[in-house]
Each structure stands twice: as C-alpha cells, then as structure tokens.
C-alpha cells in the first residue's frame, strides 16, 4: 500500500469514527455537553434505553456485585430543566442507572426504580398538548418518560406540587402516574426498603 492510499485509508476511518459520534450525539438531546463529551470519549448507550443514559465500559472493576443483587431506589426529580427544549437531566440519570447497572451483569428485573416529579421538576411529566400550552413547544421528555415506563419505571408527579404550580392531574402525560405527595411517596418507599435518592 503507497503513503497516499494509506493516509487515505486512516482519514477515512477517523472520519467514519467521527461521524459515528457525531450521528449519535445529534439523536440525543443537543442541549446536553456532557452527553456529547461522553459519547466522544468512547461512552456508549444502552443496553436498555439508546437514547439516553451513556454508560462507560468497566473492565475488571475491584468493586464487584454479586450477581443476584437486588436494587430498590426511588428517584426524587425536583430540578427545572435548562429551558424549555431541553430535557430534564435529572431523568437521563435514572436511564445512567439502568443501563449502567445492566451493563454490568444486573439483571433488568433485579432493578425496582421510581421516579418522583416534585416542585420545579413536575412539569416534566406533562403531556405534550399542556406544555405547548405553558411553554410554547412539545414537552422533550417525552420520549425519555415513556422509555422509562417501557423499561419498568414506575414514574409518579406529586399532587401537591402539581396543584401549587395550577396543573391538574388529566394534564399529565400516559406514563406518568399521581401521588398524594412526594413526601408521602418518600417516606412509604423508605420504609419498604428502598433507597430514597433525591439529589
């Protein structure tokens, strides 16, 4: 092979490499960096949900799960998205957990997730007919909700918060169901052993 047809050869696989990552990133949500700076980096998505969730490969970790481990957590997600395009990152941690967990030899089944959508982040439950009506555009999470659902999330909006912010309960999306009150959730799932994650 000549120098010419072998430079060739490399700058076609760089850019095949390159437009590998750039067709996956321009799938994800554009308004997220650290999703496009992960998938640049090698990340990957799945093996659950593809569309959100990057997950790095772990070779020979020290830290090691036994392989019938079981997970109970219950995700709090109390943030305002960066603006009205953009999804609600807080959701594409739960699908991280998933796919990270599944990745490592998790069972899907062993995994018993809820999210909680309370103050600031209740909106991002909302059918797409009644945040166009708040924010002028369809609601970008939902996809990421309903890929959830279908991945066995439960997914719940606190009633409380709901009624605070004049949203009422048949403006909620398929998937997400309603709760007396994300306290009233947090506290019940504690007790039933779950872990209560709302950071």
């Given amino acids: 092979m000549n120098g010419t047809v072998g430079r060739t050869l490399v700058v076609g696989l760089v850019l095949i490499g390159v437009l590998s990552v750039a067709d996956r990133v321009a799938a994800q949500d554009p308004t997220n960096p650290q999703m496009e700076r992960a998938l640049s980096l090698g990340a990957d998505l799945g093996p659950v949900i593809d569309t959100s969730g990057f997950v790095f490969a772990v070779e020979d ?11 109970k957590v219950v995700f709090g997600v109390d943030a305002i998205p960066d ?3 953009a999804t609600n990152r807080f959701l594409d941690r739960v699908t991280r957990f998933i796919n990270m967990h599944v ?33 002028g555009v369809d609601n970008p999470n939902t996809a990421l909700l309903r890929n959830l659902a279908d991945a066995g999330v439960e997914i719940f909006a606190c009633a409380q918060s709901a009624q605070l912010l004049g949203m009422t309960r048949e403006q909620f999306a398929g998937p997400v169901g309603w709760a007396h009150s994300a306290m009233t959730v947090f506290a019940a799932l504690d007790h039933q052993g779950y872990y209560v994650d709302t950071r």
Avoid: C, K
């Fill in 103 to 135: 990745e490592a030899g998790v069972p899907r089944e062993n995994l018993d997730l809820v999210v909680m959508l309370y103050g600031g982040g209740t909106g991002t439950g909302l059918s797409n007919a009644a945040y166009r009506e708040q924010f």
């Fill in 61 to 71: 970790p020290d830290f090691t799960l036994p392989p019938d481990q079981q997970f």
């Fill in 83 to 85: 603006g009205p395009e």
